[in-house]
């Protein structure tokens, strides 16, 4: 027997079972012998068929997978969907993220032919029925439903064929089975609850067991203890018995004991711990621990050496028909090996590890749970990391518990799995199961589940199929014949790095295993490479080619640099995809990213000259200079390089170049200044690529002169000192190398300034900040600042801002602590008197700027202030002027500075504040600059009105009749008292103005004179106008809306309404007057701009004053409304009548939609008969045809209808809200109370105590019962001594609340007490009128929860009710008296009735 690479468990699995041997089975092994006597169902079951191969349980351990035949099932590692499924073979590749986890496939599935066949003949041949159990150990026993077991042997030859057809027609089916540890002993459990013992060795019955559990029950499971005398059982009837077995004298006995009662809880699932044979002398074998499952909670009890229970765990809550699993496996666990149960109901999996204590007893952890979606009916431990799980849909799942991962899901629906429904259910002795244990029999499948030590053994009706952990060879081997190379790759570089889940076959120290998975990733990168250059289109476009190896090649080429095989990348990998061009030049362009990375720093000569060529010819030049940073160039051509980096403009790489090859730092400078140099010189602009240059240019000085490589990485520190000379050296140079005569000195410093003097003054800046004790570089500081003076100052090609520049960055140089540099003083003056020159308008902003920086930085130390300012107001130069007189603290001249530059004219407003807000200033100085921001008011406000007036309001609202009084300009005034009166929110919300109503007057008229229509929002919004002066200012300007609105707030509702109707009729007789000139002015279409009078402005006019009667008809009598809305619907009616003599149709219409609307609304106000009545006294009805009129009459009918019906549905809903939530209370209240004891809760006595006198006795709604003497001690009452006046409050529920006794308690407080206090006043007259003796007073109160609703409920119809509101609503036909006032709430659109009852009150 070869050996296995497997995990130990699997060692000793496959030598019990000889999995591992392929070899055939001897046909002459079945011949039948002839003989006399009939044959013997083990020789039938023995034959074979002609046509039949012998069949051989293959190891499915190391089975090659070139060899699985058509019975194996074999899944994909991209999906289960794939199971069993060749046309996934035909599918696209996908693409996969290397990151992704791939586990590829984790389980073998093989089927168990020989045994499959025989349990099929056996059925058939000789009636064995169908299969119901099985059982493994070192030999494979299946039961049948006819009551025989059929032993296999490990090349699944028949062996022993156990039990008769008549015994099984006495004993029923084989419903239990199960190995000693052994394998010389086998029971059997049947459904009519026998057990029989049979001798593995001969086939012989030993014994036969009929009284170990009651009768009438099937036996669900029957297990071997690690002890081979004892056994435990589980029958139908939920009870676990311990079978101890007995031989003395010969005699076998077996004696049986209950462990748990059905009683207690039916008990569906057993599972003793078994030890594997390398842990029998494990300290937790001596407890003989069994695990059990009941419906509600899982037990794990001590068999040995007495009974003892050592945990129970219940269920979380899951579905009842859930099936209980329990399964054992020995873990390692902080450097030992204990055992854990892994148990589950429903949906998760609970592990619980088991420890022996030094003190001897058993300690349970409670570890992480395993959560999934699905209902579990097996849970088996295929090794100590991973489960395997088969869910209701017979779904198999491979989980790895640590990380809790899906590994894997087959369909087990081929299977065809046997389930144990009918021994749940106790069919075969009358079905005497309870519902639950029936419910849950109808996923179970125990019986049909087994396993040991690795291999699991899933038994269907005709079949038996066995599952294993392929070794990791295995598992690349078979995603690599599914041609799924990435994903093959993937899983060995987990194999690598020692990630992958459920791993087989790898042994050894991790550097072994890294060297052995390498190997195997080698040999799969030719097989990928070959498999690609097979695979690639002959034909077709070069794009579909170039995908292809996309596909492959960096793939190849990842795998190779994270194995660290550069070597085997460049040469093997290379040529063998170099045959191919398309695969040459993807390979070539996948480096890029790689080399990019630094994650490929050296490449061979042959590969870095393809590379070359290869970019080269394809034009891809920036990806060639991306690469040529990052690599080593010393088997570089570097001529060569140079001069492709130089004529495709790579500036960046041929630096790198001449920096790395050569150390030469200073020949770049030079052929970059040779190309930027000449147009500088002669003042030319510079294209696009030139400024690139000269960008590079600097970016490379200031690298080199900070001891930083360009563009990346450092210069060798040997070198740092030398390099940074070179390039002063280089800087001060007086002429290039190729100069001609007309140069002028220092060309190349000329060059940068001229090209940016800025970012070049930056450049040195930056550089000169390292200069500490070096004196060498000192000196050439000094040098540079000499030459950029004598360059810079008095030249004219150099602007002032550049000028201004080169001292601001002097001025800074000399403002530091440790400054050595010299630089004449004079120059400053020079550059002062340059920058104030009053003579030259051009850059003025640009010579300020520089100006203001030089005096910021501190570069004019020793300036006559006088002349500075004097030049500076000249030039005008007004922040240089506010820099000055922020200095001397004349903060009120700088406001002459802000309202003199038109550029910053704005900002003064912010200046002021924050000079009059911020600490730091004096009284005084804040005191010049308000009376400053005084006398410069009007041309603040003539500036910004809106920032003016948040000035005044915050800082000097004392002024405001000053200011207001010095505005001569009206619009000017009237805009800036808008902006200071309107109202405002935060801290300006609480300042008071002097004279503020006069303000608001002033305001007032100013708008009546300049801006009518904002009067009226004026009028809405201001609450701090005198009302009585306001309407004189209106009715002085005949404003009569906003004299409407006035005479409204005042409570003058009449006055209103007859200036707005007065403004209705002048509006509708210029509409009359438009329509007898020819024109329907009141179509909105034909209104023009010269056609005031229109029907827009008359539907205006009539909605306000309809809205005027709205509000006033709430707040008036019957007859005080009439007197409003008759004169409208009148004046209404009048111009309707008008009109229709006119012949305008269209206004006519208009007009008529008018007066109905009029009519709807006051028809809410005034009863419908007093509507009638006038509309029929009008001339024009009263003698006119009744149809005139009929559309009036049938509207208001349709309002009084629907009225109607809504006050009756609306009383109906009230009233029996009404009577249901008293009725209920009353219910509530009346109800009748039940003690909880019968004896006295104070004194712990029966309540009839003294059978000789009269006793009353208090009941609360609580339930407890006292001695009316008893709770009068304790003085748990309120009110007067009046028995019926007073009120109980329960003793032991408010002592246990924290009350107090009751006189310590508020009177107030009484109804918190009980729903009912009961009075029963009790007596023993004589024996026989006992039952007469006892008087029972019932007074009704409430606790505090029922007072609450009531005075809810109470609340609810309190006030005006619901159906005087709807009365109103409904348009009453009182007329003498005020109606009650309307909720706000009902007056509003949205208001909507609240019809829904108080809420029901439970007990």
Known sequence: MSESPDAHSLLSASSQLNLMEVEAIDDKEFDIPQVDTPPTLESILNELEDEEEPFVLEDTCVLNTDNIDAYSCDTSSLASSDSGDPAHLKRKRRTLDLNTAVHGSVLRQSLLKGISAQIVSAADKVDAGLPTAITVSGVIAVGTSHGLALVFDNNQ???????????????????????????????CGFARGQITMWDLANGKLLRTINDAHPPGTAILHVKFTDDPTLAVCNDSGGSVFELAFRRVMGMRSCDSRCLFSGSKGEVCCIEPLRAPPDFRDHPITHYSLLAMASLTKILVIGLKPSLKVWMTFPYTKSDPSSVPQLAWQFVPAQKTITP????CKGDTVHFLLVKKEESGTIHVIKQRQLHLTCDIISLSWINSRTLVLVDSHEKLQVVDRPSQEVLETLDLEQVQLVYNSRHFKSLATGGNVSQALALVGEKACYQSVSSHEGQILYLGTKSAHIMTLRTWRERIDFLMKQEHFVEALSLGWSFHEGTAKAVVGLFGDPVKRKRVVADKMVELFFQFAEHALKKCPEQGKIQVMEQHFQDVIPVLVDYCLLLQRADLLFNQLYSQLAENMVAKGVFLESLESYIVADRLGHLTTPIMKDLLAHYHSTGKMENLERCIVHLDITNLDIQQVVQICWENQLHDAMIYVFNSGMNDYITPMEKLFAVIGPPLKYGKSLTDEEVVMGNKLLVYISCCLAGRAYPLGDIPEDLVVQVKNQVFEFLIRLHSGDSSEEEEVFPFIRSLLHFDTREFLNVLAMTFEDFKNDKQALEYQQRIVDILLQVMVDNSDYTPSQVGGLFTFLARQLAKPDNTLFVNRKLFDQVLDFL??????????????????????????????ERLLALAEKAKFYQICEFLYEKNNLYDKIIDCYLRDPLRKVEIFSYIHNLLSMPGYSLEDKQTVLDKVLRHIQELIALDVTNSAELVLFHFPGEVQQITSELQDDQLLMKFLSCLLEPREGHHSATVLPAEHELHERLLDLLCRLSPQQILNFLQTSQHYRLEEAIQIIEKYQHNEASAYL???????????????KTLKQKLSLLTAGIDRGSEGGSLEEEDGDSKPSLTIVKDSLNNIIDLCHHSSENLYQQQREVQWFPLLETMMVFQREVKQHGSTHTFQVIRELTMKVLNCMSSFISLPAIIQRILQDPVYGTGKLSEIQGLILGMLDTFNYEQTLLETTTSLLNHDLHWSLAHLHAAVTKGLHPRQDYCYICLQHYKRRQDSVEEIIVFSCGHLYHFQCLQQKD???????????????????SSHGGRSGSSIKAGRHRSSSLAQTCVSSGHRDAGAEADSTMVVVEASLNLQQEQSWDQLRTLYKGPSRLSMLSQLSHGHSSDKKLLPIPADLRTENSSLKLSPPPLMED
């Open 1047 to 1061: 005479l409204e707030k005042k409570g003058d509702y009449q006055g209103a309404f007859a200036v707005l109707l």
């Open 836 to 865: 104030c020159c009053p003579d030259d308008d051009s850059r003025h902003t640009e010579r300020q700027q520089v100006l203001l920086e030089l005096l910021q930085v501190g570069g004019v130390v020793q300036y006559n202030e």
């Open 1276 to 1294: 748990y009452c309120w009110g007067s001594a009046s028995q019926l006046q007073q009120r109980w409050s329960c003793y032991k529920c408010s």
């Open 340 to 343: 854990v149960l892994a148990f």
């Open 157 to 187: 030859a028949l062996r022993l064929c156990l039990g008769t057809k008549s015994t099984g027609a006495e004993f029923g089916a084989v419903s239990a089975l199960t190995i000693n540890h052994d394998c010389s002993r086998l029971l």
